[in-house]
């Protein structure tokens, strides 16, 4: 599939079950590549040159980010709501991936309360080694009346 075809299905993905394309994702070219209903997303995100930190690489905020941009929908996904506020990110960096190369993210729930998730996620560069992980927590907000 041609980029813009990846980009029109990753697009049409978000919109079909989140109803917007945040600016978070489109800015980072983010794209879905697999998704197993309410237990696990992968996104692939290119590393562009403005991510690049002075060695060269992708800048660890940016790495973070787009744990982010599979933690987010995946917690969407799981629990039908947007009230979900995200409590931690943890992540730990193992290599470095650089200019060109797509940084793959394969999230899961590892548990699920009623007010608290809990999920792991592993990033791969392109080549299938493992560039970081993390871990975050996130809360099902709940409102007065609820």
């Given amino acids: 599939m041609d980029k813009q075809g990846q980009d029109d299905n990753y697009y049409s993905f978000v919109k079909e ?14 794209r ?16 562009m040159e403005s991510y690049l930190n002075p060695e060269g690489t992708m800048q660890g905020g940016f790495i973070a980010a787009a744990f982010d941009n599979a933690f987010g929908p995946l917690c969407f996904l799981a629990t039908g709501t947007s009230h979900t506020a995200a409590l931690n990110i943890i992540t730990n960096y193992h290599r470095p991936i650089f200019l060109g190369e797509e940084l793959v993210i394969v999230a899961r729930i590892t548990s699920k309360g ?33």
Avoid at 17 to 30: A, D, E, N, R
Avoid at 32 to 45: E, L, M, N, Q, R
Wanted: net charge positive; proline share 5%.
């Fill in 114 to 146: 009623r007010t608290i998730i809990h999920m792991e996620a592993e990033g791969y560069n392109q080549y299938g080694k493992l560039v970081a992980t993390s871990t975050t927590s996130y809360i099902v907000k709940q409102y007065r009346g609820e």
């Fill in 17 to 30: 079950h989140l109803g917007v394309v945040p600016p978070c994702f489109s800015s980072m070219k983010t």
């Fill in 32 to 47: 879905v590549v697999d998704y197993d209903s309410g237990k696990s997303i992968t996104i692939a995100v290119p590393v």
